[in-house]
C-alpha cells in the first residue's frame, strides 16, 4: 500500500513537473527578459501611494496657461512658422496641453505624471501602478507638482539671453518660481517628517531647478540622466581622468529615477515596417556639442563621407521631424552618441521608428533597467573602439540579416513601454498598464523601503550626534 501511495505521489510530482516546464518553454516572455509587460498585466507590486504637496496652479497648469499666451517665438528655432505657438482648437480650460514644441515636450514626464494623479478615483485603471491619497500619513511618497521643465524652457527661450544663470527674480522668471517653490515645499509638514527624502521632484531638462539642486538633493529625482550636474561632477575629474567615484552625493541610481524622454517622432508599428531599409546608419541633429559630445564631433568626421551612411545637421522644427522620419524610418542602424549630455531624445525616436540604436555614450544610464534588457534590441560601442577608424561600419555591415531581425522584433515589443499619452485630454484619464507612467511609478515604488529606513534611522539619531554620509554609488 505504501509503496502504491509513493509511485502515486511521484507521478502526481512529475507530472506538475512537466506542466510547469511546458508552460515556460511556450511562453515567448519567458525567454525574453525584455520587460514586466504582459497582454494581462496584473501589478508587480501594490499600488504606490502618492501624496501630491499643496503647490499653487501657477507652478504648474498655470504655467501652461502663461504658455499659450506668448505672442512671439522660441528663439532657438530657426525659421518658425507663420503662427509662433499655434493652439490646439479645444483644449480642456483646467488642463491646458503641453507644448508640442519639440525642445520642451521631449521632457513632457511632468504633465503626464500629474495628469494620472489629477484622474479622479472612478475613471482610473483598476491595475494602475500608482493612487492618489489625501490624507500624508498614508503615504509612500509626496509629489511635488511643479512644472519645472516647463518653467526653465519659457526662461530659455522667451527670456533675455543669458539671464538664465542669474539669481535675479526681476529677470530670471524661472529662478524666482524655484525659489518660491522651495520655500512652500520647505515650510510644509510633509517635508519635516522626513527631511525631503520621500518628495519626488521631476526634473527631466537637465537645467530644471538649475539654482536650487541641493536643496532638493535629499529627494528622489526624476531625470533623464545626470548631466545636469556636469558642473559637480567636472569637479571629480579636474586631472582630466575619469574617477572611480564621483565626490558629490545629489544624484544616484541607488536614490533617483531614470526616465525616458517623450518621443517627438510617431510609432511605426511592426505589420507597417515593409519598406526596405537601403541606409546603414543615420544621425540627424548638431554636430557641435560640448563635454561629452565632443565624440560626436569626431565620430561625424569619420563617417560623413562613407557610403550608405546619412550624417545630418538638424534642427527641431518641422522640416527637421520630417526628415528625421524619413532617415529612420530608411534606416536599419541609428546612431546614438553623446551630446551635451549623455543621453538624448533620439534613442526613444529610434525606437518608435523600429531603426535599431547604436549607442555611442559610455556615461548614458536608461530608464527601467532590471525590468528591461537594451542589449535585447540596441547595441552598445564604446566611444574607444567607436573612434577607431572603420571600426563602426565595419561592425555594423558585419551584422547577420537574422540578428538584425531579432532586434528590431524586440524593439517592437517594449515601443509601448515608452509612451505617455493616454489618448485624454490633459492626460487625466486611466493610462496604459504597459505605458512609461505606470513604469515609473513602479521604479519609484522600489525606492520607498530605502527612504522609510533613512527617515527612522534620522528620527532616532541622538541629538548632536553626526553621521557621515557614505555612499559614493551608482
Known amino acids: 500500500m505504501k509503496r502504491r501511495s509513493l509511485s502515486l505521489t511521484i507521478a502526481i510530482f ?3 513537473s512537466l506542466l510547469i516546464l511546458l508552460f515556460f518553454s511556450s511562453n515567448p516572455l519567458s525567454s525574453l527578459p525584455l520587460s514586466s509587460t504582459n497582454p494581462n498585466p496584473t501589478l508587480a507590486y501594490p499600488p504606490l501611494k502618492v501624496f501630491v504637496a499643496d503647490l499653487p496652479r501657477s507652478f504648474n497648469y498655470g504655467l501652461l496657461d502663461q504658455f499659450w499666451s506668448l505672442s512671439t517665438p522660441d528663439s532657438r528655432i530657426p525659421n518658425p512658422s507663420s503662427d509662433p505657438n499655434p493652439k490646439p482648437r479645444k483644449w480642456d480650460s483646467r488642463y491646458p496641453p503641453y507644448p508640442d514644441n519639440p525642445l520642451i515636450q521631449q521632457y513632457s514626464t511632468e504633465y503626464w505624471l500629474l495628469g494620472d494623479l489629477e484622474t479622479p478615483p472612478d475613471l482610473r485603471a483598476r491595475d494602475s501602478a500608482a493612487v492618489r491619497v489625501y490624507n500624508l500619513e498614508e503615504s509612500d511618497v509626496v509629489f511635488v507638482p511643479f512644472f519645472a521643465t516647463l518653467s526653465a524652457e519659457m526662461q530659455l527661450g522667451w527670456g533675455k539671453k543669458g539671464e538664465f544663470l542669474k539669481k535675479d527674480e526681476s ?41 536650487v539642486k541641493a536643496d532638493i538633493a535629499p529627494a528622489i529625482l526624476l531625470v533623464v540622466d545626470f548631466g545636469g550636474w556636469y558642473k559637480l561632477d567636472s569637479k ?32 511605426l508599428p511592426i505589420s507597417e515596417d515593409t519598406a526596405t531599409r537601403h541606409t546603414l546608419l543615420y544621425f540627424k541633429g548638431a554636430k557641435h556639442r560640448h563635454r561629452g559630445g565632443l565624440v560626436r564631433e569626431k565620430l561625424w568626421d569619420m563617417l560623413q563621407n562613407e557610403p550608405d551612411v546619412i550624417m545630418e545637421e538638424g534642427f527641431p522644427n518641422s522640416t527637421g521631424r520630417s526628415q528625421s522620419i524619413k532617415g529612420m524610418r530608411s534606416s536599419q542602424f541609428c546612431l546614438h552618441p553623446a551630446g ?9 525616436d529610434a525606437v518608435a521608428s523600429l531603426c535599431i540604436p547604436v549607442i555611442v555614450s559610455d556615461n548614458i544610464p536608461l530608464p527601467f533597467e532590471g525590468i528591461m534588457d537594451y542589449s535585447k534590441f540596441a547595441l552598445f560601442v564604446s566611444e574607444g573602439h567607436a573612434l577607431q577608424k ?34 485624454y485630454p490633459g492626460g487625466v484619464g486611466p493610462v496604459p498598464r504597459e505605458g512609461a507612467v505606470n513604469h515609473i511609478w513602479e521604479m519609484v515604488y522600489q525606492k520607498v523601503p530605502m527612504v522609510k529606513q533613512a527617515v527612522m534611522r534620522e528620527r532616532r539619531r541622538p541629538e548632536g550626534v553626526v553621521v ?6 551608482t
Open 340 to 348: 551635451d549630455t549623455p543621453s538624448s531624445c533620439r534613442l526613444f
Open 236 to 267: 571629480s575629474m579636474e586631472n582630466g581622468t575619469v574617477p572611480e567615484r564621483i565626490q558629490h552625493m545629489q544624484v544616484s541610481l541607488i536614490k533617483d529615477v531614470i526616465v525616458p524622454y517623450t518621443h517627438l517622432l510617431p510609432t
Open 14 to 16: 512529475v507530472a506538475f
Open 468 to 473: 557621515p554620509l557614505r555612499c559614493h554609488c
Open 390 to 423: 572603420n571600426y563602426l561600419v565595419t561592425y555594423l555591415r558585419g551584422i547577420s540579416a537574422k540578428r538584425k531581425e531579432r532586434l528590431k522584433a524586440n524593439m517592437a515589443r517594449v515601443q509601448s513601454v515608452f509612451e505617455f499619452d493616454n489618448g
Open 171 to 211: 529677470s530670471n522668471l524661472d529662478y524666482k518660481r524655484q525659489k518660491e517653490v522651495v520655500e512652500i515645499i520647505k515650510r510644509s509638514e510633509a517635508w519635516k517628517r522626513s527631511g525631503g527624502r520621500d518628495h519626488v521632484f521631476v526634473l527631466t531638462d537637465p537645467v530644471a531647478m538649475w539654482h
